[in-house]
């Protein structure tokens, strides 16, 4: 995926880091009959990451299916029902936000983890409402998703910070807010903004600021 799946750069070190204990489940995933596995759904337009993210958590016991766009892994929804699912927020084409409605739609029970290196509260809070358990910042490792996946409330011991958001955060802030209002349509975006187009791919092609800026 873009600098997305770094799970968006996913971090290839930290994945293998985990290989350890990959290995060591093998032989309890081996045991597994096919169609008692949990069954888990990849999606991700990084083949390369994908195949790494796929192999970990088939040796913890997950019969996994990859998919490498919103498209395709509506393909398999057709005859295929995961338990699980990991998807990418930002892929080519369609949004990994909108595969939501069609995972639940297969399994009304899914357990859904979006991933993204360019987290924004407007995604976040749009992936929760739409159904998603959990929403997690790249890069992450096999551990943090599959305790996303057993998450079934929130943490109230969360701090709240007592910095405001930059001025370039809050701009990009209400730049996402705006995307996902016209369902990642940059030209429709780029109206409703008063903005040229090409300025707001500009925008979009840049790392999100920083989050907070300095306290005077």
């Known amino acids: 995926m873009n600098a ?10 930290r994945f293998v880091g985990c290989a350890g204990r990959a290995h060591d489940a093998e032989s309890t995933a081996a045991e597994r009959s096919p169609d008692s596995r949990p069954k888990l759904l990849l999606v991700d337009d990084h083949q390369a990451q994908c195949m790494i993210v796929r192999r970990m958590f088939e040796a913890r016991g997950y019969a996994v299916r990859v998919a ?3 498209e395709q892994a509506c393909a398999l929804l057709d005859t295929w029902a995961p338990g699980y699912a990991l998807v990418d927020l930002r892929m080519p084409g369609s949004s990994g936000l909108e595969l ?16 993204t290196g360019y987290a924004s509260i407007a995604t976040a809070v749009e992936a929760i409402k739409l159904g998603a358990t959990h929403y997690l910042i790249k890069p992450v490792d096999v551990d943090a998703v599959e305790t996303a996946f057993r998450r079934t409330s929130g943490d109230e011991t969360v701090p709240a910070s007592e910095q405001p958001l930059s001025a370039d955060r809050v701009e990009w802030e209400y730049i996402q807010h705006v995307l996902v209002e016209h369902r990642g349509n940059v030209s ?3 109206r409703a903004m008063g903005m ?6 500009r925008k979009l092609s ?4 920083n989050t907070r800026g300095r306290r005077h």
């Not at 997305?4 to 070190?13: C, H, L, P, Q």
């Not at 040229?196 to 791919?201: A, D, E, P, Y």
């Open 4 to 13: 997305e799946f770094s799970v968006a750069s996913v971090n290839r070190d």
């Open 68 to 70: 490498h766009s919103v």
């Open 100 to 115: 939501i409605p069609r995972l639940k739609a297969a399994n009304g029970q899914v357990r859904i983890v979006m991933v």
């Open 188 to 190: 429709a975006a780029a």
């Open 196 to 201: 040229h187009r090409r300025s707001l791919q």
């Open 206 to 209: 840049k790392r999100p600021p």
